[in-house]
């Protein structure tokens, strides 16, 4: 089964992610600080990790994700960078850590798991830092305040 590791320190998103996750039909993993996530990627090789870009600790998201394109061991694990940020400087730091996609929050579960699935089922992600690839900015989209989804 595919994996999917998600690091978020709010059990809120962690807890939305899985229906996520699931729903698309993969084994998830949770980490609620960088350092840990950084351990369990490097251990279990998911083959997507969802990193939350702003969390306490030794390590931040944009930290992880530059950590994880150095590791070998990971070449070809997607990254997608969860963030309540949207600027254009935003998602050039996203980039340049080399994030595969950039969602912002709120986002609806049922777009990010369509953006899963279509991210494992494409193969491994490029190894060189990508753009956003254009099913991200549809899932970027944030709800309508007062919808549920």
Request: with cysteine; hydrophobic share 40%.
């Amino acid at each position: 089964m595919k994996r999917v590791l998600v690091v978020d320190d709010q059990y809120q998103i962690r807890r939305m992610v899985r229906w996520a996750v699931e729903t698309a039909g993969f084994e998830m993993l949770e980490a609620a600080n960088g350092e840990a996530g950084l351990a369990m990627a490097l251990k279990l090789k998911p083959h997507l990790i969802l990193l939350d870009v702003m969390m306490p600790g030794r390590f931040d998201g944009l930290a992880v994700c530059r950590i994880i394109r150095t590791r070998p061991e990971l070449e070809g694990t997607w990254v997608v960078l969860l963030s309540g940020n949207d600027s254009a400087q935003d998602r050039e730091q996203g980039k340049q850590a080399g994030a595969n996609a950039y969602l912002t929050k709120p986002f609806k579960p049922a777009a990010l798991s369509t953006l899963i699935e279509k991210l494992i089922a494409s193969g491994p992600a490029p190894s060189a830092t990508p753009s956003v690839p254009q099913e991200a900015e549809t899932a970027a989209t944030p709800s309508e305040p007062g919808t549920s989804s």
